[in-house]
């Protein structure tokens, strides 16, 4: 694990997310390599776990689908690589489930530090469940925190990456829920005399403010 960061303290939305180089059960990674790609990165709070255990499962059936819309995996606890290799092998021995991305070592919490993932009250020694979406562009876009005691759910992880994708290409915001196929949300317009004209563009109206329009298959 590198002792430095390029970043100190919590993290922005729509800034650049905190450069980093460690140590991982795939040989070293850093936040440069992900560069042109999406990227999950995931906490955790310990190895040998039985949340931590169905999360990881779960984030491992969702991969595929995952690197299919151009988006990497790369979790992190505040283990060694050992453990991590450990576990994912009992994983895969007792489950029938391969880990297939890499594991962050965070024995020095550099990682987790910067990202925000240590948080008092929770725990001083390892990290929350935190995920963060980062950009192609490397810019920190969407970030979750969860309970301890509660599993993420990884289809929303999905489904929030693929809203942005949508959003990105499309210059639209995407309502509760949106999945694809669905209708997404027309900016709203900025000027009264905008509004006035909104009606008659050709969007599914209901008012100024809310429009329509489907998205290209």
Known sequence: MSDTTASVGLPRLNAPAPAFTAKTTHGD???ADYEGKWLVLFSHPSDFTPVC???????????????????ELLGLSIDSIYS??????????????????????????????????IHEGASDTSAVRATFVIDPE?????????????????PEIVRLVTAMQASDANG???????QPGDDAI???????????SREGEGFKYTDWYYSTRPLAA
């Not at 255990?53 to 988006?71: K, P, R, V, Y």
């Open 84 to 117: 991590h290799i450990a576990w994912t092998r009992n994983i895969a021995d007792k489950f029938g489930v391969e880990i297939p991305f890499p594991i962050i070592e965070d024995l020095k919490m550099n990682v987790a530090r910067a990202y925000g993932m």
């Open 186 to 196: 027309v900016s709203p317009p900025k000027t009264i005399a905008a509004a006035a």
């Open 53 to 71: 255990t169905t999360e990881f499962i779960a984030f491992a059936g969702a991969a595929s689908d995952l690197q299919a819309m151009n988006c």
């Open 29 to 31: 990674r850093s936040l």
């Open 172 to 178: 639209v915001a995407t309502p509760a829920g949106w």
């Open 138 to 154: 490397g810019v920190l876009r969407a970030m979750l925190y969860y309970p301890m005691s509660n599993g993420r759910s990884i």
